[in-house]
């Protein structure tokens, strides 16, 4: 199974950029289809990005287009999620997941790194 650990969470002002990491280990990055998500304080959690095994295709929520870019470095097993523009309503707890099967099912979930933007 792969292991996955977020980074690069932070305290930011709104207008702000942060670049997000997602390190995997113990399998290859690149057998996955991989995912953000978050969970806003006393919201339900969201589907932010998603992204192909080979990085040819994405998907981004409808509030983060024009924003937020997933990207992917199978070679260095990492995953991206470049957030610019950020605004106060992003505050979460990010989290990237993995899925092996290709069914829309995530089951490897990394820690969650906290991202807390100030207006």
């Known amino acids: 199974q792969v292991h996955l650990v977020e980074s690069g969470g932070g305290l930011v002002q709104a207008g702000d950029s942060l670049r997000l990491s997602c390190v995997a280990s113990?399998?290859?990055?690149?057998?996955?289809?991989m995912a953000w998500f978050r969970q806003r304080p006393g919201k339900e959690r969201e589907y932010v990005a998603r992204?192909?095994?080979?990085?040819?295709?994405?998907y981004l929520m409808d509030s983060v287009k024009g924003r937020f870019t997933i990207s992917r470095d199978n070679a260095q097993n990492t995953l991206y999620l470049h957030m610019n523009s950020l605004k106060p309503e992003d505050t979460a707890i990010y989290s990237c997941?993995?899925?092996?099967?290709?069914?829309?099912?995530?089951?490897?979930w990394g820690q969650g790194t906290q991202v807390t933007v100030s207006s």
């Open positions: 997941a993995a899925d092996g099967d290709f069914n829309g099912e995530y089951e490897y």
């Open positions: 992204i192909t095994r080979a990085g040819t295709s994405t």
């Open positions: 113990g399998r290859p990055l690149g057998m996955y289809i």
